[in-house]
């Protein structure tokens, strides 16, 4: 299947309609309603006509009663979907259209609202007076009305990082809280949300049902994060509540009650947590997120020189990225672990959830500067499997000796198999401290180096003899004759393994940085001192990276400038970055002398 540039293929019907914001968003909640809501495509209208008093209107979708004729008589849900800056105080576009239009459909019974806000309502009759009352939210296919949530009847969320979005923003709004105070209300949240379907014991508590009173909510959700606290203390202080008035509480809660977190794919949620944790970074010490699809070839090819039981062994391996920010490498491998658990092992869910949660608890870990990041990543760590306790807050650049006494007993030189990481880089964030430069053979004779070449030395020293070191790099460092010398100190302390040249959009519109992705092993001491001979290096240049210099998706297309869509009509990102992997997974295979992680 294809489409041409500038259009969209209707989820429900298949025509094709024009790419615009408010189309790309009803398309969103349309696509929500048959995945989440279990509604049938067939009993969806888009842009369907009705009357009301004398004018004629086109409501955005329409649902209709099961089976029924796609008459006004027969709607049953009405939505109205706006671009996501319209608010639902608007005079043309708010929140009374949609109640004109449910009002003039005699049995139409709810109606969903999605602009900036998303407002559901249910039309009731009072003394021969139809009247709206606000909901949590419109019911699921074959339900009379909104029934408590079971882990059966939660689902895995579309479009996560638009709720995410709306969310953080109502907050904001309506709580009168900076964004960084505001994120944090919401890290409650979804920590409360995580932790009651991994460990609740039968009923789920995270939910609200019309007109329940906001102070039973609360109780609910107040019980939980007591636990949270317990178990998550690196986390979250003892006196710590949640903050959020009564409205805003009853907003989140609604928004998210229908979703099950841990069964929405990792893509999924990690766009939407970094949509949040984004609007909160300042970036002054070039933080900035690596993208999912490079987090993902670079565990593809570091875990392929690994052999499987030491996988997925907790204590197998240990892993460190040193420059965390918010997980990306970490979580990127933590699914994969849970992606070959699935594939090797029989386990049943808490089975697996345990086993996932003890490798991560046992193999991962992580350091960042910002502290921000740190509370973010290990808030990632938790909605991917585990392993938060082992994301510290140090630089990672000082000397170990001036860590605090809970970083010293987690992280040691010399003490990891893989150390997989994307350091800042850059003239601005120069380290000139001669206490850290005294640390490393490369600063030896200078007065101050960027924070990426300290960064190749330091993750040698966190390195076990024979280890791998995975590392995003500018290329300046590959190229640049006055660079000569970090080049040569390389060579004489690891073996490359692989040189992934990146495209330049790879950090846009963040940074237009050309850089590679180095693979190394960290030589022995005999190696050092004998040499290892003459050996083959896999080499590539992948030209696309799934999105443009402005960061806009970037999609495959037809000799004739038509996008080209997949088997559920999705279009396919033009990235290459997945088949490096499977190239270099090949290129192994035929080798056969690369088992570096014995």
């Not at 009168?176 to 039968?202: C, H, N, R, T």
Request: charge should be neutral.
């Amino acid at each position: 299947m294809e489409v041409p540039t500038g259009k969209v293929r209707c989820y429900i019907t298949g025509k094709l309609r024009r790419d615009t914001p408010e189309e790309r968003v009803r398309q969103s909640v349309a696509k929500a309603l048959v995945e989440e809501y279990g509604y049938r495509k067939e009993d969806i209208g888009i842009e369907f006509p009705i009357k009301v008093g004398s004018s004629k209107k086109r409501v955005d979708i329409a649902v209709f009663e099961e089976g029924k004729p796609h008459t006004q008589e027969n709607i049953y849900i009405i939505v109205e979907t706006k671009k996501e800056d319209v608010k639902p105080s608007n005079k043309k576009e708010g929140v009374e259209q949609l109640k004109s239009y449910m009002a003039s459909c005699i049995n139409c019974k709810y109606g969903l609202w999605i602009g900036s806000e998303r407002i559901a309502l249910e039309k009731v009759k009072k003394l021969d007076v139809y009247d709206f009352e606000d909901i949590p939210d419109i019911p699921h296919a074959g339900e009379a009305k909104l029934i408590r949530p079971t882990r059966k009847t939660l689902k895995r969320a579309v479009n996560l990082k638009h709720v995410f979005r709306r969310i953080h923003n109502y907050i904001y709004v309506n709580q009168g809280l900076p964004k960084d105070k505001a994120f944090e209300e919401f890290l409650k949240i979804i920590f409360v949300k995580v932790y009651d379907e991994q460990w609740s014991v039968g009923n789920l508590k995270f939910y609200i049902l019309p007109n329940e009173d906001i102070s039973d909510v609360r109780k609910r959700l107040e019980d939980l994060f007591e636990r949270v606290k317990e178990n998550y203390r690196e986390i979250f202080r003892p006196h710590e509540r949640i903050e959020l008035n009564d409205r805003v509480l009853k907003y989140v809660v609604s928004e998210l009650q229908r979703f099950s977190f841990l069964d929405t794919d990792t893509d999924i949620k990690g766009e939407a947590y970094e949509e949040i944790v984004g609007a909160n970074l300042r970036g002054d010490r070039g933080e900035f997120f690596t993208p999912r699809n490079v987090c993902n070839m670079a565990v593809e090819m570091a875990f392929a020189l690994f052999p499987l039981e030491r996988l997925l062994q907790p204590g197998g391996i240990k892993i460190l990225d040193p420059a965390v920010g918010t997980g990306g490498f970490l979580i990127a491998g933590l699914n994969k672990i849970k992606q070959l658990l699935k594939e090797h092992l029989n386990l049943k869910y808490d089975e697996l959830r345990d086993r996932l949660r003890q490798i991560a608890d046992r193999n991962f870990y992580g350091i960042d500067f910002n502290p921000f990041l740190v509370k973010a990543s290990q808030m990632n760590m938790v909605m991917h499997g585990d392993g938060y306790s082992n994301i510290v807050h140090a630089n990672s650049l000082e000397n170990p000796k001036d860590w605090s006494e809970e970083v010293k007993k987690k992280i040691q030189l010399e003490s990891f198999d893989l150390v997989i990481t994307n350091p800042p880089f850059g003239s601005k964030a120069r380290i000139d401290d001669p206490e850290i430069l005294a640390q490393y053979e490369i600063a030896q004779g200078s007065t101050g180096l960027p924070p990426e070449q300290l960064f190749i030395e330091r993750c040698y020293q966190f390195l076990k003899p024979g280890g791998i070191m995975v590392i995003v790099l500018p290329d300046s460092i590959l190229s640049n004759p006055g660079l000569r010398k970090i080049r040569e100190w390389v060579l004489s302390k690891m073996q490359i393994i692989a040189s992934i040249d990146l495209p330049t959009e790879t950090f846009e519109p963040f940074t237009g940085t050309q850089t590679s992705i180095l693979i190394m092993r960290k030589k022995t001491p005999e190696e050092i001192k004998y040499g290892i001979g003459n050996y083959e290096i896999f080499m590539t240049i992948p030209q696309k990276v799934g999105h443009d210099r402005r960061g806009n998706p970037l999609y495959k297309m037809t000799p004739e400038g038509n996008v080209i869509l997949d088997e559920k009509g999705n279009p396919i990102i033009d990235d290459q970055l997945s088949t490096v992997a499977e190239l270099f997974k090949e290129w192994l295979r035929k080798t056969g002398e690369f088992s570096y992680a014995e």
